[in-house]
């Protein structure tokens, strides 16, 4: 059985900073491509980053420079630390795993950029 459990999500002041974390069970996680999505109010679920198996990232443009994806292969873990946050950023965000194919998706932690 597929889980992807994130944790991490909370309130926070413009400015300041999260950590996510996503621990994968039941996957070869060494293969996957690992992400987060995110769902704001009224929005569509969009990529926020990514991390290939073999380390390379990708980024949307609004989180550039802001965000940093990275996994710890002895953990199963995949993180986003998010830095100089804005209300913007609020939304419910969502870890995947894909690879050829295959796609799984975590439950969700909500993240809310207020002061």
């Known amino acids: 059985q597929v889980q992807l459990v994130e944790s991490g999500g909370g309130l926070v002041q413009p400015g300041g900073s999260l950590r996510l974390s996503c621990a994968a069970s039941?996957?070869?996680?060494?293969?996957?491509?690992m992400g987060w999505y995110r769902q704001g109010p009224g929005k569509q679920r969009e990529l926020v980053a990514n991390i290939t198996n073999d380390g390379n990232t990708n980024y949307a443009d609004s989180v550039k420079g802001r965000f940093t994806i990275s996994r710890d292969y002895a953990k199963n873990t995949v993180y986003l630390q998010m830095n100089n946050l804005k209300p913007e950023d609020t939304a419910v965000y969502y870890c995947?795993?894909?690879?050829?194919?295959?796609?799984?998706w975590g439950q969700g932690t909500q993240v809310t950029v207020s002061s």
């Open positions: 995947n795993a894909y690879n050829r194919g295959l796609q799984y």
């Open positions: 039941g996957i070869i996680f060494s293969i996957y491509t």
